[in-house]
């Protein structure tokens, strides 16, 4: 249940953070007259939302196996990776339709001139944005959890957004408003580029697919060396949410007792799982081979 504390606290710290952050925003959106820290302001409120999604997908998913779901829960997780990931496109596309918008229809003469407070709130956003999308990221990679990546990227695209928010104000103040909008535009492309490779990642963890090459042929390389497995007929991997199944045959002499054969297989099964911690189960089959050479 570690991967469940872990996704746990880092929701909490980042709910807590991000409460903060954006009433900070607001405040200093409205007292600038910044609209470009108060549209930055509601993008970091929907990440509390976000986060609180991971806490129930990450939760549901770690529910034991029953009589209805006897392979487990671990996909629900990745259910909803695929709603935060079509939230994070959702965002990033309101982003770049409202900075088109901007550019095209804007009336920048009667724009007033954003405060300086908020090219400073501005500044400690991103510091804490970015902050915050390292800590999240470090905990998804270690537990392995697309769900919590996918809520990383949310925080990313929070700073991207402030970064655009910094640009557009220091431009307006400047005397060139047209800035905002321009750089809202380009922060937009990476926001969906990354609600499109979290949503990828996702399903193909919803379609069983394959793990990569290099951790099947480690595997392969483990078994082998296995006594008494003298070859490996097949192997199959299929990943299901942030877990791994595993189904391998192998070749043993023909003349074993059914016992040997099964210690063989046992062995297979245990080093597959301990060596391999993402690994939830592994099922081992024995096909008989003739090993011993026939009399002269």
Same mark, same amino acid.
């Given at each position: 249940?570690?991967?469940?504390?872990?996704?746990?606290?880092? $929701?909490?710290?980042?709910? @807590?953070?991000? &409460? @903060?952050?954006?009433?900070?925003?607001?405040?200093?959106?409205?007292?600038?007259?910044?609209?470009?820290?108060?549209?930055?302001?509601?993008?970091?409120? $929907?990440?509390?939302? $976000?986060?609180?999604?991971? @806490?129930?997908?990450?939760?549901?998913?770690?529910?034991?196996?029953?009589?209805?779901?006897?392979?487990?829960?671990?996909?629900?997780?990745?259910?909803?990776?695929?709603?935060?990931?079509?939230?994070?496109?959702?965002?990033?596309?309101?982003?770049?339709?409202?900075?088109?918008?901007?550019?095209?229809?804007?009336?920048?003469?009667?724009?007033?001139?954003?405060?300086? !407070?908020?090219?400073?709130?501005?500044?400690?956003?991103?510091?804490?944005?970015?902050?915050?999308?390292?800590?999240?990221? *470090? /905990?998804?990679?270690? +537990?392995?959890?697309?769900?919590?990546?996918?809520?990383?990227?949310? *925080?990313?695209?929070?700073?991207?957004?402030?970064?655009?928010?910094?640009?557009?104000?220091?431009?307006?103040?400047?005397?060139?408003?047209?800035?905002?909008?321009?750089?809202?535009?380009?922060?937009?492309?990476? +926001?969906?580029?990354?609600?499109?490779?979290?949503?990828?990642? !996702?399903?193909?963890?919803?379609?069983?697919?394959?793990?990569?090459?290099?951790?099947? !042929? $480690?595997?392969?390389?483990?078994?082998?060396?296995?006594?008494?497995?003298?070859?490996?007929?097949?192997?199959? &991997?299929?990943?299901?949410?942030?877990?791994?199944?595993?189904?391998?045959?192998?070749? /043993?002499?023909?003349?074993? &007792?059914?016992?040997?054969? *099964?210690?063989?297989?046992?062995?297979?099964?245990?080093?597959?799982?301990?060596?391999?911690?993402?690994?939830?189960?592994?099922?081992?089959?024995?096909?008989?081979?003739?090993?011993?050479?026939?009399?002269?």
């Amino acid at each position: 249940m570690d991967h469940v504390k872990t996704a746990n606290r880092v $929701s909490v710290v980042s709910i @807590i953070i991000n &409460t @903060i952050l954006s009433a900070g925003k607001l405040a200093v959106g409205i007292l600038a007259h910044s609209s470009a820290m108060v549209s930055d302001a509601v993008h970091s409120a $929907s990440d509390v939302f $976000s986060t609180i999604a991971v @806490i129930i997908g990450v939760n549901l998913s770690a529910k034991d196996s029953d009589g209805a779901h006897p392979y487990g829960h671990e996909r629900l997780e990745d259910v909803f990776s695929i709603i935060l990931a079509v939230l994070l496109f959702v965002t990033g596309a309101g982003i770049g339709l409202s900075a088109i918008k901007a550019i095209f229809s804007s009336n920048y003469a009667a724009a007033l001139v954003p405060g300086a !407070a908020a090219l400073i709130a501005a500044v400690v956003s991103i510091v804490v944005k970015e902050g915050m999308y390292h800590y999240t990221a *470090h /905990a998804a990679k270690k +537990i392995n959890s697309t769900a919590l990546m996918a809520d990383a990227w949310h *925080h990313r695209s929070d700073a991207l957004s402030s970064v655009g928010s910094f640009v557009g104000i220091l431009g307006a103040r400047l005397g060139f408003p047209i800035c905002d909008p321009i750089a809202s535009v380009i922060i937009c492309l990476f +926001i969906l580029k990354a609600a499109v490779d979290i949503f990828i990642s !996702a399903i193909n963890q919803m379609i069983d697919k394959a793990c990569d090459p290099e951790v099947t !042929a $480690s595997m392969s390389k483990l078994i082998c060396e296995q006594e008494g497995v003298v070859c490996i007929d097949l192997i199959r &991997t299929r990943c299901f949410g942030a877990k791994i199944f595993v189904d391998v045959e192998i070749g /043993a002499d023909g003349e074993l &007792t059914l016992y040997e054969a *099964h210690d063989i297989a046992q062995r297979v099964h245990d080093c597959i799982e301990s060596e391999f911690p993402d690994v939830k189960h592994c099922m081992v089959h024995v096909n008989p081979k003739n090993v011993r050479q026939p009399l002269a």
